[in-house]
């Protein structure tokens, strides 16, 4: 069975350009979560989807972000404008069930915004 | 909101020998605390985890401890091989609650042959 799957492993941008990160999570997971990990520092939660709703999106850094679920499936994470402090390690997790039990992590996405 | 410290940021030592990696929560609701790995190129993968009713678990050559009263968890790596370099997590979370993982800064474990 195929794991968390996340589109690209590395993108390089301008400032003030966009960039969409794709997670496709394992099969039957209705649970998708996006976190982000800037050098050195934690793994910070950003959100949390259950099937296409988004159920917390408190960890959201601001209006620049925006991420969909449509249908349930994959996701996406657009950033627009990228701005320098968005560069960092974007991860996508899923999981069977709610209320706990393990994160199934992609390899991530490298965002670096020049 | 719930904040996880974890230390040290870097660990290294000599293979054989034994590696603590220490963690405390601020949440005294949190009840879930996995640890992950996270392997150069790779995702973190949960390595072991331990609920607020347990005081202490194994598997293998890892451990995990919860002191409840004091909020903080250890992991212990025993016999350690070079294989366990990495950077590990240390999380926690409210599990009847849904919460989202709140992930410490990570440790990167280095283990020297």
């Known amino acids: 069975e195929a794991g968390v799957t996340q589109f690209p492993s590395h993108s390089v941008i301008e400032k003030g350009q966009t960039v969409t990160l794709r997670c496709d999570p394992i099969?039957?997971?209705?649970?998708l979560y996006w976190y982000r990990r800037v050098m050195g520092k934690e793994i910070k939660f950003l959100l949390h989807?259950?099937?296409?709703?988004?159920?917390?999106e408190s960890g959201m850094p601001n209006n620049r972000f925006l991420a969909e679920r449509t249908g349930g499936t994959y996701s996406t994470l657009k950033v627009q404008p990228a701005e320098l402090e968005d560069s960092g390690v974007y991860f996508c997790?899923?999981?069977?069930?709610?209320?706990?039990?393990?994160?199934?992590f992609g390899e991530g996405s490298r965002l670096t915004v020049l | 909101g719930e904040n996880v410290e974890q230390h040290p940021s870097t660990l290294s030592v000599q293979e054989g020998d034994s590696a603590v990696i220490k963690c405390t929560y601020s949440?005294?609701?949190?009840?879930?605390f996995p640890w992950y790995k996270q392997e150069l190129g790779k995702g973190p993968q949960l390595i072991i985890d331990?609920?607020?009713?347990?005081g202490e678990k194994k598997d293998q050559r890892i451990a995990v401890t919860l002191n409840k009263t004091a909020k903080h968890f250890s992991l212990h790596i025993t016999e350690t091989q070079p294989e366990d370099s990495a950077v590990y997590f240390c999380?926690?979370?409210?599990?009847?609650?849904?919460?989202?993982?709140?992930f410490g800064k990570g440790t990167t474990l280095s283990v020297s042959s």
């Open positions: 997790a899923s999981s069977l069930y709610l209320s706990t039990g393990e994160l199934f």
């Open positions: 099969s039957g997971h209705d649970n």
């Open positions: 989807f259950v099937k296409e709703s988004k159920q917390d």
């Open positions: 949440d005294s609701a949190s009840n879930y």
């Open positions: 331990i609920r607020s009713n347990v």
């Open positions: 999380a926690a979370s409210i599990s009847q609650a849904g919460t989202a993982l709140i």
